[in-house]
């Protein structure tokens, strides 16, 4: 196994009941934290940084 904290992200699309679409994300942590994320501007990386945030995954943006 790998040390990656986050072996588990899963992305989809959802329609709404006002008829548009939001994708919604799922991440399952090492340690069975789980965290629910969703962007109804339809931006995968800003529900899968919630999602990880809701999960007690710091998000730290790459280095330059």
């Given at each position: 196994m790998g040390t990656d904290p986050v072996p588990c992200i899963h992305v989809q699309s959802m329609?709404?009941?006002s008829g548009e679409?939001?994708?919604?994300?799922?991440?399952?942590?090492?340690d069975g934290r789980v965290g629910y994320g969703f962007d109804a501007g339809l931006d995968a990386t800003a529900a899968r940084h919630m999602a990880m945030r809701?999960?007690?995954i710091e998000i730290t943006p790459p280095a330059r």
């Open positions: 329609r709404l009941a679409e939001a994708l919604l994300a799922i991440v399952l942590t090492r809701a999960a007690g």
